[in-house]
T-cell receptor, first 115, second 113 residues
Framework: GENVEQHPSTLSVQEGDSAVIKCTYS??????FPWYKQELGKGPQLIIDIRSNVGEKKDQRIAVTLNKTAKHFSLHITETQPEDSAVYFCAASISDSGGYNKLIFGAGTRLAVHP | KAGVTQTPRYLIKTRGQQVTLSCSPISGHRSVSWYQQTPGQGLQFLFE???????NKGNFPGRFSGRQFSNSRSEMNVSTLELGDSALYLC????????????FGQGTRLTVV
């Protein structure tokens, strides 16, 4: 079935430490994996994404890795700052019988970065 | 360029009423998708519209419906509101649909009393 599992549900780190959030997906045909950051009172903001033909992608302090064989992907945030505190969602695109994609989201990780 | 705009931001409705929410996508984007976000269920896909046609639908009852206009603006309607419909309703716009970058609006917070 359609499922994206995300761990941990909460993560607390000290400023400057790294944070890692992991997701697994069930549909082997999934080919697009975005990550979103949601701050209180706002909609989810796309922060990075990766496609199935790439194993790793970096953008400044954030990086995403993808292991297609194991069907899991991870978000890495280095040198965390208090403004990184938010809820992070992973997602995987799956195709329906008509060939159109939809995004299935993980349950979210609440990241707290303490000064 | 302007982001995704959802109106209204907040709504309070009574059980049994109906409600219409609006979403204006990023200029040039033809795909609009709707999601329901609740603390217990997370982000759940409602449906996607592309060039005025619904091409994907989630597992929600028929009380949830939508449409898209020729200018790509989309509306979502919920009829016969139930208490459990209280949620943050989010729309996301993308150029061609999921599988390409999708950008969310701020959402409409619906409270059913």
């Amino acid at each position: 079935g359609e499922n994206v599992e995300q761990h941990p549900s909460t993560l607390s780190v000290q400023e400057g430490d790294s944070a890692v959030i992991k997701c697994t997906y069930s549909d082997s045909a999934s080919n697009y994996f975005p990550w979103y950051k949601q701050e209180l009172g706002k909609g989810p903001q796309l922060i990075i994404d990766i496609r199935s033909n790439v194993g790793e992608k970096k953008d400044q302090r954030i990086a995403v890795t993808l292991n297609k064989t194991a069907k899991h992907f991870s978000l890495h945030i280095t040198e965390t700052q208090p403004e990184d505190s938010a809820v992070y969602f992973c997602a995987a695109s799956i195709s329906d019988s008509g060939g159109y994609n939809k995004l299935i989201f993980g349950a979210g990780t609440r990241l707290a970065v303490h000064p | 360029k302007a982001g995704v705009t959802q109106t209204p931001r907040y709504l309070i409705k009574t059980r049994g009423q109906q409600v219409t929410l609006s979403c204006s996508p990023i200029s040039g984007h033809r795909s609009v998708s709707w999601y329901q976000q609740t603390p217990g269920q997370g982000l759940q896909f409602l449906f996607e519209y592309f060039s005025e046609t619904q091409r994907n639908k989630g597992n929600f009852p028929g009380r949830f419906s939508g449409r898209q206009f020729s200018n790509s603006r989309s509306e979502m309607n919920v009829s016969t509101l139930e208490l459990g419909d209280s949620a943050l309703y989010l729309c996301a716009s993308s150029f061609q649909g999921f599988g390409t970058e999708a950008f969310f609006g701020q959402g409409t917070r619906l409270t059913v009393v």
